[in-house]
């Protein structure tokens, strides 16, 4: 299974993003669904996630980033608004999802680079 994520990039602070990420390969079912993000000299943490029992958000992003997904895409959405510095950082996505052959697997995403200025 492969995770492609995009939608970084610099923008200014109170700006907006939107991130996606792709999975494809042998999926039977996809179950959770999130978005993480390690700055600088920071532990990774859990930005926003979506799965069966909805939707959870880091307290610092709440009220400004919405989490989505697309079952027919295999996608995830992270769609990020009133941006700050502090928001700056490599996000990731992470898909758990289930194999034909009945195992369950957690994979991420090779990254993709939000930086915020003030």
């Known amino acids: 299974v492969q995770l492609q994520a995009s939608g970084g990039g610099l923008v200014r602070a109170g700006g907006s993003l939107r991130l996606s990420c792709a999975a494809s390969?042998?999926?039977?079912?996809?179950?959770?669904m999130g978005w993480y993000r390690q700055a600088p000299g920071k532990q990774r943490e859990l930005v926003a996630a979506?799965?069966?029992?909805?939707?959870n958000y880091a307290d610092s992003v709440k009220g400004r980033s919405t989490i989505s997904r697309d079952n027919v895409k295999n996608t995830v959405y992270l769609q990020m608004s009133s941006l700050k510095p502090e928001d700056t950082a490599v996000y990731y996505c992470?898909?758990?999802?289930?194999?034909?052959?009945?195992?369950?697997?957690?994979?991420w995403g090779q990254g993709t680079e939000v930086t915020v200025s003030s």
């Open positions: 390969g042998s999926i039977y079912r996809l179950n959770g």
């Open positions: 992470n898909v758990v999802f289930v194999t034909d052959r009945g195992q369950v697997v957690s994979s």
């Open positions: 979506i799965g069966s029992g909805g939707t």
